[in-house]
């Protein structure tokens, strides 16, 4: 889980860094191809033309959601080894889930650990300086913001592992960028294009053709 987390945030923010947030996001959502392969190699998980198809599906969405793409060759490397990553912890959370940890063990341990890495790395002067300088509601928002939108999303994910397969519970995962258009929408008034619109119905498509085949 270590692993998983921390070489996805670095490669990740690589990736933002060299080339833009929506590709990176794009090159994310592709982990569910790595899933399934690795959950068919671990936990012997069909690959059935079923979850092919709604791979493709997510895919083919979150580019259509995500147009007009800047890049850079060190970008869509990094974004692809974070891809890579996103699925070793998904493999990883799958595994442990099955031996009966509890998701928030896996979730605490994973996010310790992976802190413990990163902290050397870290502008520690700056985050004290918040809190002696008296900005204790930007270290508060800060706090916030990693419990909302790292831990909660990891904690969720590897609760999933438990109730489904690790490629379905990875394509569903795969949808973000269409939570973001939605959230950029309605949040701060981003106004769609129709390839968006059409990426998000690709999205949607894909979710609901998966959740046909589980039921």
């Not at 690795?38 to 969405?61: Q, S, Y």
């Not at 060759?73 to 912890?89: D, R």
Request: aromatic share 12%.
């Amino acid at each position: 889980g270590m692993i998983g987390m921390t070489a996805l945030s670095v490669f990740y923010n690589i990736s933002v860094t060299k080339g833009s947030l929506a590709l990176s996001a794009v090159l994310l959502a592709m982990s569910p191809v790595f899933v399934l392969f690795l959950a068919a190699i671990f936990f012997h998980e069909p690959v059935t033309r079923h979850k092919l198809t709604c791979v493709t599906l997510a895919l083919i969405g979150c580019v259509l959601e995500s147009n007009g793409l800047s890049w850079s060759i060190t970008g869509i490397l990094c974004g692809i080894l974070a891809s890579f990553f996103y699925a070793v912890y998904g493999i990883i959370s799958k595994k442990v889930t099955q031996k009966g940890y509890h998701f928030l063990t896996i979730t605490f341990y994973g996010t310790l650990f992976s802190g413990m890495t990163m902290l050397p790395f870290s502008n520690i002067h700056s985050l004290s300086g918040m809190i002696v300088s008296g900005q204790r509601t930007t270290f508060f928002i800060l706090i916030i913001h990693a419990l909302v939108s790292s831990v909660l999303p990891y904690a969720l994910y590897s609760l999933s592992m438990r109730y489904m397969e690790a490629g379905k519970a990875s394509i569903l995962a795969s949808s973000e960028p269409a939570a973001a258009m939605l959230f950029g929408a309605v949040l701060y008034a981003e106004t769609p294009g129709i390839l968006s619109i059409c990426g998000l119905c690709f999205t949607i498509t894909a979710v609901i053709l998966l959740n046909y085949e589980r039921n």
